[in-house]
């Protein structure tokens, strides 16, 4: 008989599972919350590689174990808000759900709100420069002529500023995004108010900082879907529109729902992706 083995490291934000083992994500239902999303299971990166000189300038390299390389890649910015009490640990079992599902995933830490040379325009600096450093993970099996772009929340906005100059990626997946920080920096929520935060000033101090950052103002990629819940609390349904981008509106969805590696709203995400990748 085959013998399996198991190698477990705990951690803060949940338990690390060795890469030998796939881990079951089971059906879950819509409307997860944040907590949900931070005690779910999650398997080691295989890379930590640096694209810049500082240190919160890298990004984590997960690669399939179920498919040969190359593999199609996602480059994956997480979301918090723009702030940097939130890094990409939330998202760890979202990224260990895509490559059990034979994807790739370049996922991108970087300087945010509160970091040194963080906020905007660092912020989206950095995300340019990961993007950049695709070249250097091809040695790893990683095909990086086929790749997309996609994003969380607030780097769900920051997916779609980097699809309008990346014509090379086969697309921009963006899911709860912010697609207009003008209209959304003038509410009164928390990721609302962090806007104008990351900026560094109100729309009406700083208007051409605002365009700038703006998807709303900007062409996107030809080939970007927005992918949106009914219940998000977070991201109002009215950010899911942008003219030249597809929307996909769910009902029953929150905001967490799209990074559960359980959830319908990932089986969506993934597949989107593999048609995009194919």
Same mark, same amino acid.
């Given at each position: 008989?085959?013998?399996?083995?198991?190698?477990? =490291?705990?951690? /803060?934000?949940?338990?690390?599972?060795a890469?030998?083992?796939?881990?079951?994500? $089971? !059906?879950?239902?819509? %409307? @997860?919350?944040?907590?949900?999303?931070?005690a779910?299971?999650?398997?080691?990166e295989?890379?930590?590689?640096?694209?810049?000189?500082?240190?919160?300038?890298?990004?984590?390299?997960?690669?399939?174990?179920n498919?040969?390389?190359p593999h199609?890649?996602?480059?994956?910015?997480?979301g918090?808000?723009?702030?940097?009490s939130?890094?990409?640990?939330?998202?760890?079992?979202?990224?260990?759900?895509?490559?059990?599902e034979?994807? =790739?995933?370049? /996922?991108l830490?970087?300087?945010?709100?509160?970091?040194t040379?963080?906020?905007? $325009? !660092?912020?989206?600096? %950095? @995300?340019?420069?990961?993007?950049?450093?695709?070249?250097?993970?091809?040695s790893?099996?990683?095909?990086t002529?086929?790749f997309l772009?996609?994003g969380?929340?607030?780097?769900?906005?920051?997916?779609l500023?980097?699809g309008?100059?990346t014509?090379?990626?086969?697309?921009?997946?963006?899911?709860?995004?912010i697609?207009n920080i003008?209209?959304?920096?003038?509410?009164?929520?928390?990721?609302?108010?962090?806007?104008?935060?990351?900026?560094?000033?109100s729309?009406?101090?700083?208007?051409?900082?605002?365009?700038?950052?703006?998807?709303?103002?900007?062409?996107?990629h030809?080939?970007?879907?927005?992918?949106?819940?009914?219940?998000?609390?977070?991201?109002?349904?009215?950010?899911?529109?942008?003219?030249?981008?597809?929307?996909e509106?769910?009902?029953?969805?929150?905001?967490?729902?799209?990074?559960?590696?359980?959830?319908?709203?990932?089986t969506?995400?993934?597949?989107?992706?593999k048609?995009?990748?194919?």
């Open positions: 008989m085959k013998n399996y083995y198991l190698i477990v =490291a705990f951690f /803060s934000s949940g338990i690390v599972f890469a030998e083992n796939k881990i079951d994500y $089971p !059906g879950i239902g819509s %409307d @997860i919350g944040f907590e949900q999303i931070q779910l299971k999650f398997s080691q295989d890379q930590r590689l640096a694209y810049g000189d500082d240190p919160l300038q890298f990004g984590k390299l997960y690669l399939p174990k498919s040969d390389s199609p890649l996602i480059v994956f910015i997480h918090g808000c723009w702030l940097n939130f890094d990409m640990s939330h998202a760890y079992a979202f990224l260990t759900g895509l490559a059990q034979g994807l =790739a995933v370049w /996922s830490e970087y300087r945010r709100t509160g970091d040379g963080g906020g905007w $325009p !660092g912020t989206y600096e %950095d @995300i340019k420069a990961g993007i950049r450093y695709l070249s250097s993970l091809e790893f099996g990683v095909d002529e086929n772009i996609a969380h929340s607030a780097g769900g906005h920051l997916s500023l980097a309008t100059e014509p090379d990626a086969q697309g921009v997946i963006a899911l709860a995004p697609t003008i209209s959304y920096s003038q509410g009164s929520g928390s990721c609302e108010v962090a806007a104008t935060q990351f900026i560094g000033s729309y009406n101090q700083n208007p051409s900082a605002y365009r700038q950052a703006n998807p709303a103002e900007k062409t996107p030809r080939n970007s879907i927005i992918f949106h819940g009914t219940l998000d609390a977070i991201v109002p349904i009215e950010q899911s529109r942008l003219t030249g981008a597809r929307t509106l769910h009902e029953g969805v929150s905001h967490f729902d799209w990074i559960h590696p359980g959830s319908e709203a990932f969506n995400v993934v597949k989107a992706a048609e995009m990748l194919q």
